[in-house]
């Protein structure tokens, strides 16, 4: 199973950014995906999940608003749309997906991608 996470990058606040996280090696649909990230010195915490047929998302409070998550089954692809963005929304982003539980929890995710840096400069 692989989850490649890519579109990360540099961006001035108040830009946007899409992240795209291409799944690989099991039944896509069966999955939701989520999306988490890590800034330096701190914990990995939630960022938005999506639930395998894309009728029901999830977002942190602290995106609500300002991103979107999205899925293509057909392209085994899920996508994290950034606007407005924040210094403090710079970190690592990670996709992972989970067959059950709980989707806004790590513990439930059974795969995870590399990540992806995201850089805002204030």
């Known amino acids: 199973v692989q989850l490649q996470a890519s579109g990360g990058g540099l961006v001035q606040a108040g830009g946007s950014l899409r992240l795209s996280c291409a799944v690989s090696?099991?039944?896509?649909?069966?999955?939701?995906v989520g999306w988490f990230r890590q800034a330096p010195g701190k914990e990995r915490e939630f960022v938005a999940a999506?639930?395998?047929?894309?009728?029901?998302?999830f977002l942190a409070d602290p995106v609500k608003g300002r991103f979107t998550i999205s899925r293509d089954n057909a392209k085994n692809t899920v996508y994290l749309q950034m606007n407005t963005l924040k210094p403090e929304d710079t970190a690592v982003y990670h996709c992972?997906?989970?067959?059950?539980?709980?989707?806004?929890?790590?513990?439930?995710?059974?795969?995870w991608g590399q990540g992806t840096q995201v850089t805002v400069s204030s």
């Open positions: 090696g099991l039944i896509f649909s069966n999955y939701a």
């Open positions: 999506i639930r395998w047929s894309g009728s029901t998302t």
């Open positions: 992972a997906a989970a067959r059950y539980g709980a989707i806004t929890t790590m513990s439930s995710y059974d795969y």
